[in-house]
Structures are given as C-alpha cells and as structure tokens.
C-alpha cells in the first residue's frame, strides 16, 4: 500500500485496491478515533468535492476517520466523459466500495475501527447495494440528497441503520427518499432541511447536514 502525507500532517494520498484497479484515496486518521467512514461520491463528483470534504472534516472534528476516494479510475473518467454510463453504473460504484470496505478492514490503522458510508446522489445508492454485500462491517450509513432508489430490491435487505437526508426543496428527491424509507427495515431516519436544494448551497444547509451525519456515526460507530 503506498501512502503519500499531504498539506495536512493527518491527511495520506492512498491507493486503495478494489478489484483489478487501484483507486486514489485522502485518508484522515483523528488520534483515538473511534471509527471511520468511507465517502462514496455523486455522479460528476470526486473526493476532491468541496461538499463532502467539509463533512468530512466535521466528521473528523468528532473523532471520526474518513476516507474519501474516486471509484472511477482516471481512465475510466476520460471515458465516461463521453459515455456519462459509469458514473450511473450502481453494480460497479457498490463493487469498489466493497473492495475499498476490504482494504479498510485489512488496514493496520483502520482495521479495528467501525465503518460507515456516507453516499451523496447516485452514491449513496451504491452505498446501500455494497453495505448489503458486507453486512458485519458495515455499522452505519448517511445519505446526502441521495437516490436510495438506485439501491432498488436490495433495500429491505440492508441490517445498517440509515439516515437520509433531503433538502426541503428537493421534491423529486424527497418522493424518492420516503419510497426508500419505507422499504427499509433497519433502524431508520429521514430528515429533510428548511429551504435546502439538492447540494445544499443555501446558508446553513450543509452545516446541518454534517452535524447530522456527525451525530448518526458518532451513535453507532462508537
């Protein structure tokens, strides 16, 4: 495994096998850290997301690990530039979760720690499929403006507890998510933000969602 110090002196650039390819990671390691949780981005997305990274930092300000990675290889989003397929591909995206779920597992840093997911848009779809595939590892999960439905006949079969998290105008998503819930038979949660839009650029909006995906791992990766 290599690893690669960043600017910050608790951030690693890793390379995390997942099958046959290797994916690029930004691995975070708070000292005492009581568990750590694995980004699974949206389509168009990366661990670079200005988003995700400020809820991971919060996360990490809580004592949490986290390890946000690309799951799509350079080549492939090259390719997907002008396919747009992948980014939408859930058995793939859930696929290099579960190998990334493995390499956090075998980690000499991270292997005693609880994992959790959190998935943004299509992401978080892939997050459900892979926590289905991995059911004793996986001990929490967080969507942000997620698409649950993505995740389609393997919902009921999810044993992690699950927050999801829609903005208050998000409507399509919102239909989505309550579809989702009911489906659902692990504990469960659905929280839906005043005046937030899908990314949640309004003042105010992602700082609630970071505190409550803050206080969800914080609960169960104890």
């Not at 994916?23 to 389509?43: D, R, W, Y």
């Not at 504990?187 to 839009?197: C, D, G, H, Y």
Request: charge should be negative; charged fraction near 20%; aromatic fraction near 6%.
């Amino acid at each position: 495994m290599n690893r690669t110090l960043t600017q910050n002196p608790q951030e690693y650039l890793v390379s995390v096998r997942a099958g046959e390819v290797k994916l690029e990671g930004n691995l975070v390691i708070p000292e005492g850290a009581t568990g750590v949780v694995l980004f699974a981005h949206g389509s168009g997305s990366s661990r670079h997301s200005p988003r995700n990274r400020y809820v991971a930092q919060v996360l990490q300000q809580a004592g949490l690990a986290t390890l946000l990675i690309d799951l799509l290889t350079l080549e492939e989003e090259e390719i997907d530039l002008r396919t747009r397929h992948l980014r939408f591909d859930i058995a793939l995206l859930a696929s290099r979760l579960v190998g990334a779920t493995d390499w956090l597992a075998q980690y000499p840093e991270t292997c005693n720690l609880k994992i959790g997911y959190f998935g943004a848009s299509t992401g978080a779809g892939a997050a459900l499929v892979a926590a289905t595939e991995r059911q004793e590892a996986v001990q929490a999960i967080v969507s942000r403006g997620g698409r649950p439905d993505l995740a389609g006949s393997v919902l009921p079969d999810v044993k992690a507890p699950t927050l999801l998290i829609v903005g208050g105008y998000d409507l399509p998503v919102i239909a989505m998510n309550e579809d989702a819930l009911a489906q659902l038979r692990s504990p469960k949660r659905l929280e839906i933000i005043p005046e937030a839009t899908h990314l949640f650029e309004e003042p105010g909006t992602l700082a609630a969602v970071a505190q409550l995906a803050s206080q969800w791992f914080t609960h169960y990766l104890s």
